[in-house]
């Protein structure tokens, strides 16, 4: 069964260091993946997604995620962290010929530090 | 944005009795979410509409129903409202006119059961 698995459930950093948030996923086929970002009391926006193709892939808000088959990988990276950038951060699996149905990872909360 | 809106937002019900969330877009498209979100467990989708009265089931949905009697109404109801319902319930609808894997979220309704 396709799963999403978000290994750290919380992390700081201070502002304007890099960060990287991980997602490793279970998936038969070619997945299709993406990143969702939450801020508090809100709802989820998509930052950026993998269908294939490039396998960095750019986002909005100056994300970046890599897709890496081999470790079956799409971790998210930024270079330098803003304090706006503090929000839960959701890494999902699109599932093939199921109306659009996403697997979410469990998620990571980001707290920057100024 | 996308314009979707979730009623009401807060809702304090009681064990066993019956409740309904609505979501309401303006979109016009045809696929439409609920998302349950619980710590730990990420979103899991509980159902999905491709069409008015066309749904299926997602990955929890025991205890719930939904109804679509118009394209921009997605009705959720928990029959017998339990403690373990207790969660925050997004709506979603696709960023196209299909299927999608890109979804944009409503505000969400936070929902505790006594």
């Known amino acids: 069964a396709q799963s999403v698995t978000q290994p750290d459930i919380h992390i700081t950093v201070s502002e304007g260091a890099s960060l990287e948030l991980r997602c490793n996923y279970s998936y038969g086929a070619t997945p299709y993946l993406f990143w969702y ?3 508090p009391g809100q709802g989820l926006q998509l930052l950026l997604k993998y269908f294939s193709g490039d396998t960095l892939v750019q986002g909005i808000k100056g994300f970046e995620a890599e897709f890496k088959r081999s470790q079956s990988s799409f971790n998210l990276r930024k270079p330098s962290v803003h304090w706006s950038d503090a929000a839960e951060y959701f890494c999902a699996v699109g599932v093939d010929n199921q109306g659009g149905k996403l697997i979410f990872g469990q998620g990571t909360e980001l707290s ?3 | ?13 009681e064990t066993g009795t019956p409740v309904t969330l609505r979501c309401h877009q303006t979109e016009n498209h045809r696929y439409m979410y609920w998302y349950r979100q619980d710590p730990g467990h990420g979103l ?4 999905y509409s491709y069409g008015v009265k066309d749904t299926d089931k997602g990955e929890v949905s ?6 679509r009697s118009k394209t921009e109404d997605f ?3 928990l029959e017998s409202a339990t403690s373990s319902q207790t969660s925050v319930y997004f709506c979603a609808i696709s960023a196209r006119d299909r299927a ?4 944009y979220f409503g505000p969400g309704t936070r929902l505790t059961v006594t």
């Open chain 1, 37 to 39: 970002v939450q801020s």
């Open chain 1, 112 to 114: 920057v530090k100024p």
């Open chain 2, 1 to 13: 944005d996308a314009g979707i809106t979730q009623s009401p937002r807060h809702k304090v019900t």
């Open chain 2, 44 to 47: 899991r989708l509980i159902h």
């Open chain 2, 62 to 67: 025991d205890g719930y129903s939904v109804s």
């Open chain 2, 75 to 77: 009705l959720l109801t």
């Open chain 2, 100 to 103: 999608s894997y890109e979804q």
